[in-house]
């Protein structure tokens, strides 16, 4: 199993940044890529960024040239850089890794990590 544990939400002005860290920890080594997705309150939750374990990146419109998704192996953390933040990115962010052990796949959660943007 994966363990995911998110930090790095709060508060902050439209315009400023976050930096959101998501350490995983477990049978890692089955991970082939971790993403950051987000829901907001009334709505679906919707993929941000997401990493593979080769290191490719795919990114949301709304977070093109504003987020950035990153990782520190060394850490088993994977990053979003958060710039240029308008109110329209507050939401509940969550880490998910996706990963697979022999011929099956499994979705891991974390507990999520609440970021509110203020006019």
């Known amino acids: 199993q994966v363990q995911l544990v998110e930090s790095g939400g709060g508060l902050v002005q439209a315009g400023g940044s976050l930096r959101l860290s998501c350490a995983a920890s477990g049978t890692i080594f089955t991970i082939i890529g971790i993403g950051w997705y987000r829901q907001a309150p009334g709505k679906q939750r919707e993929l941000v960024a997401r990493?593979?374990?080769?290191?490719?990146?795919i990114y949301a419109d709304s977070a093109k040239n504003r987020f950035t998704i990153s990782r520190d192996n060394a850490k088993n953390t994977v990053y979003l850089q958060m710039n240029s933040l308008k109110p329209e990115d507050t939401a509940v962010y969550y880490c998910?890794?996706?990963?697979?052990?022999?011929?099956?796949?499994?979705?891991?959660w974390g507990q999520g990590t609440q970021v509110t943007v203020s006019l």
């Open positions: 990493i593979t374990s080769s290191g490719r990146t």
């Open positions: 998910n890794a996706g990963s697979v052990f022999g011929v099956s796949g499994y979705d891991y």
